[in-house]
Nanobody
Framework: QVQLVESGGGLVQAGGSLRLSCAASGRTFSSYDMGWFRQAPGKEREFVAG????????YYADSVKGRFTISRDNAKNTAYLQMNSLKPEDTAVYYC????????????????WGQGTQVTVSS
């Protein structure tokens, strides 16, 4: 079992950057692919980025490709989402998840979720 805790959200102006962290408990973190999702008010939760257990492979939604970078440090049991060139449409609660394949877009395929961190981008 894995428990996930996100941090690093906040308020930023358009064009700015934020780095989200996802700290995991448990010694099996390095065996899980990880994903980042987001949910804007009134919208469904959507896939943002995924990373394989080793960190060797990544996958991004078209909406964030070239602006966001997912990474992980298995020694620290932590996954990251570096977000650059932020846009107002990136405003959402961001969640990290584990238990699904790193290219899996479907929310129901992930077993473990964090509580989320709010990201607000002002225009």
């Amino acid at each position: 079992q894995v428990q996930l805790v996100e941090s690093g959200g906040g308020l930023v102006q358009a064009g700015g950057s934020l780095r989200l962290s996802c700290a995991a408990s448990g010694r099996t973190f390095s065996s899980y692919d990880m994903g980042w999702f987001r949910q804007a008010p009134g919208k469904e939760r959507e896939f943002v980025a995924g990373i394989s257990w080793s960190g060797a492979s990544t996958y991004y939604a078209d909406s964030v490709k070239g602006r966001f970078t997912i990474s992980r440090d298995n020694a620290k049991n932590t996954a990251y989402l570096q977000m650059n060139s932020l846009k107002p449409e990136d405003t959402a609660v961001y969640y990290c998840a584990a238990g699904g394949y790193y290219r899996e877009l479907r929310v129901r395929k992930y077993d473990y979720w964090g509580q989320g961190t709010q990201v607000t981008v002002s225009s």
